[in-house]
């Protein structure tokens, strides 16, 4: 993969006091152009070129809420969030998830996506009254929140949302909560503001369109996705609508390699992973965004970008290969379509610090294969980095 086609920032800091800008741009990693805390927004006087060779056009506007970290808006921006839910069967949601959800407007978003794992089920002792309690806890602390704001809000169905498990006989054993999915995202009332282009399978599986980007969501709630709905995504990318879009972005709740300390098994990885990669590859697909993993890890695999997005509610998991705490996360994705270009500025959410990407693992090896931090190259690996095989965790 060329940086300088597909480049990628997550900036280490948080900005805060008189100067402090000037002595965060040496220390951050990325060098992205940043603003006073204290102003909604600066303009980059010229450009700027980061410590990665990348160039930010002049004029670009920092946004971000107020008293944070503020990077460059591209020619589109994401804010990314995943995994919000607690306990089995809980209809209340932990701070970071309410702190997410009151910030994001202050990024000035286009789109925002959930990698999955809205709400908490895929426990066959809830009841059809506990299955809507949690869908009504949704909807009052993160749902209509976010639809005040008239944000587009795209999704990826997880496994504690609606499973696509199957019993024996081929009948879903999560039967009642797919059904709640259903019932909750098809009302009227809970509109995601969204362009669709295809709906039928919605909300497990849809496409939709925005700002020149061309979205293809699919069921990765299980480790296999049924061959129809891979037909359907092979025939909804080579469409003319997706090909003629300028950027192509694939979401589901699985990853195709594992990045998680306990999710690397196979039932917690989409199969077979390198055939989907090659899939997403042939049409051009610039980035696959997952969740489930709980864990932040921004990778490539051949081609193919991979956001590995942490828990925003409970129980974020220490990555594979690495000492670090793990961390809860909000991403927010800045995209030069031009350039097919996408910079990370990736925030904890605890500590409201941006994370750094150089702490991440150099690569993640998974029983599947292995995963390369965004900024590493094939070419980069050492003679010991290209003999690392999995170990489980």
Do not use: C
């Amino acid at each position: 993969m060329s940086l300088n086609r597909r480049q990628f920032l997550v900036l280490g800091g948080l900005l805060g006091g008189v100067g402090v800008a000037t002595l965060a741009h040496r220390a951050l990693t990325s060098g992205a152009v940043s603003r006073p805390p204290s102003l909604a927004a600066t303009t980059a006087p010229s450009p700027t070129t980061t410590p990665t060779g990348q160039t930010i056009a002049a004029a670009k506007t920092a946004i971000a809420p107020k008293g944070l970290f503020a990077p460059v808006r591209g020619d589109v921006r994401i804010v990314v969030i995943s995994d919000l839910n607690s306990a089995y069967g809980s209809t209340t949601y932990e701070a970071e998830v309410h702190k997410a959800i009151a910030l994001i407007p202050g990024w000035e978003p286009d789109v925002v996506l959930s990698g999955g794992d809205m709400v908490a089920g895929q426990a066959p002792s809830l009841s059809p009254g506990e299955i809507q309690a949690m869908w009504n806890g949704f909807d009052r602390h993160v749902g209509a929140p976010l639809r005040k704001t008239g944000l587009p809000f795209g999704f990826t169905i997880g496994n504690h949302d609606a499973s696509g498990a199957l019993s024996v006989g081929g009948k879903f054993l999560f039967s009642r909560e797919r059904e709640a999915a259903a019932a909750y995202w098809n009302a009227p009332a809970h509109n995601p503001n969204l362009q669709f282009v295809d709906r039928a399978g919605f909300p497990f599986y849809y496409t939709f369109q925005h700002k020149d980007i061309f979205y293809l969501v699919w069921d990765a709630s299980t480790s296999r996705m049924p061959p129809e709905q891979i037909a359907w995504a092979e025939k909804s990318l080579a469409s003319a609508t997706a090909q003629s879009a300028k950027m192509r972005m694939v979401i589901g709740h699985l990853p195709l390699y594992a990045v998680a300390v306990g999710r690397d098994e196979l039932g917690e990885i989409l199969a077979p992973a390198d055939k989907l990669r090659a899939l997403l590859e042939k049409y051009r697909v610039h980035t696959y965004i997952s969740g489930h993993d709980h864990a932040y890890y921004p990778a490539h695999s051949g081609k193919l970008e991979l956001l590995h997005t942490s828990a925003l509610g409970s129980g974020p998991r220490p990555l594979l290969n690495s000492n670090l705490q793990p961390f809860k996360t909000l991403t927010v994705i800045d995209v030069d379509l031009d350039a097919d270009a996408t910079r990370y500025t990736t925030y904890n959410m605890t500590t409201m610090q941006v994370v750094d990407h150089k702490t991440l693992p150099r690569l993640i090896v998974g029983p599947t294969g292995r995963a390369l931090r965004l900024d590493v190259n094939e070419s980069d690996l050492t003679t010991a980095e290209r003999s690392l095989t999995f170990t489980p965790s």
